[in-house]
């Protein structure tokens, strides 16, 4: 968590200083998804938060960290007068740039070769990092867009 935190600080601290106008941070749906006390049957949106606590009980780093690191970048975008939007993607699939396999490609090979806790009758939000792609450009170009946005299949 604490890498996380430091290096989206160190970045919105350097964006400030060189008076940058504009920044989009991609954050997670795990910084939406994980809150056991949201209402039944309402469907999550952007004012939901997953809850720190129990990510951090069952053992959630990722869920923490992305939870914490996007807290702590629209506080720090409010008191420190940088405009701050965060995109959180949900699974996100699609053409690779690195040759190396990364935290979504695992998930896929890790239901493929059938994992212990494969697929069980979850609902599975996956979407193309073409329209990650596009959802960024759409909240950088938009000078209104601010907070927060989904980005998950409807």
Excluded at 51 to 76: H, S
């Amino acid at each position: 968590m604490i890498p996380a935190v430091k290096g989206t600080l160190n970045t919105l601290q350097v964006c400030s200083s060189m008076k940058v106008q504009k920044v989009v941070v991609v954050s997670s749906t795990s910084a939406v998804q994980f809150n056991p006390n949201w209402p039944h049957g309402k469907p999550k949106d952007e004012s939901c938060w997953s809850d720190r606590k129990i990510c951090m009980d069952n053992e959630l780093w990722y869920f923490v960290a992305k939870t914490v690191a996007e807290e702590t970048a629209l506080e720090y975008a409010e008191n420190n007068g940088l405009h701050v939007v965060t995109v959180c993607p949900c699974i996100v699939f699609g053409p690779q740039l690195q040759p190396t396999v990364n935290t979504s490609s695992e998930l896929l090979i890790y239901v493929i070769k059938g994992g212990p806790n494969a697929i069980s009758d979850m609902s599975w939000h996956i979407v193309d990092v073409h329209d990650v792609a596009d959802a960024l450009l759409l909240v950088y170009e938009k000078p209104e867009l601010s907070g927060r946005y989904i980005c998950a299949p409807n």
